[in-house]
């Protein structure tokens, strides 16, 4: 490695398992107002809080370790994926500030190139760079608070599918595996640039389509937690879904990672954590391994009346968009997720 | 008994490394510090058929060993995407609405007999891919519309560009096979064993 590359230590996988989080937040003093629409009851992607009744302001605060080395890739990726949290609730990004960790000791033009990256990404949100917050630290994190706007009445809140909603998915899946797997020598350079590719894509564009469809209950992006650790929020105990597994979007290369034995930490935490909610009725443990993969920047899941998934998806693919139609939302069963 | 010291690595090296180790001998040992580390190191096993036994010697000290001995009859190693096969599959693009240069009508005929011939085949296409002008054959006018629904129907999966329709303003109009991106047509082309162009 040379001097002006990062460490990777994980994106999204450095994040805190859910299983670990909840009773911690349980715990916390509060303050109660009407005018908090979203908090931390839903464990949505982010707060909302009204201001007017036709405006409300979205918050939200993203950060990780470097899971590239390219630390201009890192800013761009670490950029989309916070801003990815105020699409996720229907919003439209207003203003962001940086948050940095740098060590003492290190060169100062990573660190320009980490947040060239970034304010290239806000710019492109149509968001304002407004100030940020940085300190020493002994590896390098980088991130963004974000703040947005939505109508109070048209919040995408993550967990309020409706049983017969078909669920639309709009980045392929495998993130993980390929850009781990890069630094530890398995995958090819051509499948950590197809990761990176994604990871670098904002979620903007499929949102500015998503908001304007009609019959969207539900949306969500998947990050850390995975496609089925995001997926059993939306289902909020009240649903169970269908997956159909022939449509599942994801790299090849890192199915094929997955069954060479790329295993991540944060993978097998997902597993761990969502196993017993979980039915795999087809004998295919990589695509076991890619459901639980955890996304860094991933795609926005989207539970949407079935009446109106074929203009959604076609308007979705007519933008160069890569979104499939991965399953079906259903009344209760006496497990959550079914892989069929 | 081999030993892989992976105290202080970050998944996946841990599996990585002790895969490794295997090649070479029947039982390996790998250190690990976390409990994560230790249940990929499960998964690898179960998944090769091998046995796996763990002691935890401290807080953040673990001890795997694993061997091959308990190998029931052979165990088939994780199969490979099936897409990366080579046989005598094929998919199909069409990206005009002629066959080959020449006269234009006469190039919409032989691209007409083309989609029917192709039925007759003995194998037929995996996949038939419709981009740019090619893409007014899958829609409610198309001449070929009940050859290609046959085609869908014996199993061949049809796939129109989406942001072709678009263009020609078709979308609407689409009336076999489904729609897709670039990115997936990228993929699809990538990945196919052969490529037939009429």
Redesign the interface.
């Given at each position: 490695m040379n001097d002006n590359q990062l460490v990777v230590?994980?994106g999204c996988n450095a994040k805190i398992g859910a299983g670990n989080l909840g009773p911690l937040l349980r715990d916390l003093p509060r303050r109660e107002s009407p005018d908090l629409l979203v908090g931390f009851d839903g464990a949505d992607d982010a707060a909302v809080i009204r201001l007017r009744d036709d405006l409300a302001l979205i918050q939200t605060v993203d950060f990780f370790p470097p899971m590239v080395t390219d630390p201009y890739v890192f800013g761009q990726i670490g950029a989309a994926n916070a801003l990815s949290d105020v699409y996720a609730m229907g919003g439209k990004v207003l203003a962001a500030l940086n948050i940095v960790a740098f060590p003492e000791e290190q060169d100062f033009g990573i660190l320009r190139d980490i947040l060239r990256g970034g304010a290239e990404k806000v710019q492109e949100a149509g968001g304002l760079l407004s100030g940020g917050h940085s300190i020493h630290d002994r590896t390098v994190k980088y991130g963004l608070a974000v703040t947005g706007t939505v109508h109070p009445n048209r919040i995408l809140h993550n967990d309020a599918c409706v049983a017969g909603d078909h669920l639309i998915l709009t980045k392929p899946l495998g993130v993980s595996i390929l850009t781990?797997?890069y630094s530890?020598g398995?995958i090819s350079k051509e499948g950590f640039h197809q990761a990176v590719d994604s990871m670098c894509m904002l979620n903007s564009y499929a949102m500015d389509i998503i908001r304007d469809a009609g019959g969207v209950h539900s949306c969500t992006d998947v990050t850390g937690f995975g496609l089925c650790g995001h997926l059993h929020e939306m289902l909020h105990g009240a649903c169970s879904a269908r997956i159909d597994a022939a449509h599942l979007p994801y790299f090849?290369e890192a199915?094929?990672g997955a069954?060479?034995?790329?295993?991540?930490?944060g993978g097998?935490?997902n597993?761990?954590f969502l196993q017993d909610k979980v039915v795999f009725e087809r004998n295919d443990?990589?695509l076991e391994e890619i459901v639980f993969d955890p996304q860094t920047s991933g795609g926005l899941l989207v539970s949407c009346d079935a009446r109106q998934v074929p203009l959604l998806?076609?308007r979705l693919?007519?933008?160069?968009?890569?979104?499939a139609d991965i399953g079906v939302v259903t009344e209760k069963k006496e497990k959550e997720i079914y892989i069929v | 008994m081999f030993q892989v010291n992976a105290l202080g690595k970050?998944?996946?090296?841990p599996?990585?490394e002790t895969?490794k180790a295997l090649k070479e001998h029947d039982t390996v040992q790998t250190l690990v510090d976390?409990k994560?580390?230790t249940?990929?190191l499960q998964?690898?096993a179960r998944?090769l058929g091998y046995s796996y036994s763990m002691t935890e010697d401290g807080p953040a000290h673990y001890t795997v060993v694993i061997a091959k001995g308990e190998q029931t009859a052979a165990v088939p190693a994780?199969?490979?995407?099936s897409?990366?096969v080579k046989d005598d599959s094929y998919i199909v693009v069409i990206n005009s609405p002629t066959m080959g240069t020449g006269d234009e009508t006469f190039g919409r005929t032989l691209l007409k007999n083309f989609i029917y011939t192709l039925k007759e085949q003995d194998v037929l296409p995996d996949m038939m891919i419709f981009y740019n002008g090619g893409v007014p054959l899958v829609t409610d006018t198309s001449d070929s519309l009940d050859d290609l629904k046959e085609l869908a129907a014996a199993g061949v999966q049809i796939y129109a560009c989406?942001?072709c329709?678009?263009y020609y303003g078709l979308?609407e109009k689409v009336a076999v096979g489904e729609?897709?991106?670039?990115?997936?047509i990228i993929?699809i082309l990538r990945?196919a064993n052969r490529v037939v162009r009429p």
């Open positions: 230590c994980g781990i797997g530890a398995e090849e199915y094929w069954g060479h034995f790329i295993f991540t930490a097998q935490r597993r761990d443990f990589a998806l076609a693919q007519a933008d160069h968009i890569p979104a | 970050a998944c996946p090296l599996v990585i895969r976390n994560i580390a249940e990929n998964k690898m998944q994780p199969a490979a995407p897409r990366a989406g942001a329709l678009n979308t729609i897709t991106n670039l990115y997936r993929e990945t």
